[in-house]
């Protein structure tokens, strides 16, 4: 490892899980265990077409306008709750062209998903601990990425810079993911913890992390990999 860039030193808790249930959204604040009130009638005032949200905790830019029979229909076709469908429309939009690949640690205390091509770009480092851990990876933007489980059983080794968050379960020893130094506004995935199922392809770039600075500042995109 290289030694001449020192970060700030940031620490960053990977985001909570939602409180109630796996399918909550990302902002999982909206009391997301309540359960959806019937839909109200046509004739209900524009703003309150959302069920699922009482009407002092929607804001009014969530009044659907002419949209709001076709909201109303969609929730009841796909049968899905206020907030389930917007997660749905949210995700198909912008993760448009990946999957959502699904991983964990070996006992299952962690798990998380992750929203990344189907066609895997994995560094295979050589620095220090890469070696001593295998570990490989691909890089992801932390808004791709979401801990369904598992914070509390998360501990977290650092070394040198401290910018990379090795983070890892307390129980079982697995790091399914962590916080590389490359790109410590991402997270860096292990393949070989995913589920099986969506994964197409692999493609493993070996990347020279004994000369860190030479190697990451000299890449031409590692650094973007983490860019939503
Ligand atoms: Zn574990």
């Not at 700030?8 to 409180?19: C, D, N, S, V, Y």
């Not at 949200?53 to 049968?79: H, I, T, V, Y």
């Amino acid at each position: 490892m290289g030694k001449a860039r020192r970060s700030p030193g940031r620490r960053r808790t990977p985001p909570a899980p939602p409180p109630a249930r796996e399918r909550g959204s990302r902002s999982a604040s909206r009391a997301p265990a309540k359960p959806p009130p019937p839909p109200p009638a046509k004739g209900a005032p524009l703003g309150s077409g959302c069920p699922g949200a009482s009407e002092e905790e929607e804001p009014p830019s969530l009044a659907l306008g002419a949209q709001r029979e076709r909201w109303l229909q969609f929730q009841k076709r796909q049968r899905l709750s206020c907030e389930e469908a917007a997660k749905l429309l949210l995700d198909a939009f912008e993760y448009q062209g990946l999957v959502k690949h699904t991983g964990g640690c070996h006992c299952g205390a962690v798990r998380f998903e992750v929203w990344a091509s189907d066609n895997l770009h994995v560094f295979d480092c050589n620095c220090s601990i890469c070696v001593k851990k295998q570990n490989r990876h691909f890089i992801v933007p932390a808004s791709h990425f979401k801990l369904l489980k598992g914070a509390d059983h998360l501990t977290t080794y650092t070394f040198n810079t401290h910018s990379a968050q090795h983070t890892f379960c307390k129980t079982c020893g697995v790091q399914s993911f962590y916080t590389p130094r490359s790109n410590p506004d991402g997270y860096g995935i292990a393949p070989h913890c995913l589920d099986d199922g969506t994964i197409t392809k692999i493609t493993v770039e070996p990347i020279n992390g004994k000369e860190w600075e030479k190697a990451v500042k000299g890449h031409p995109t590692i650094r973007n990999m983490s860019k939503p």
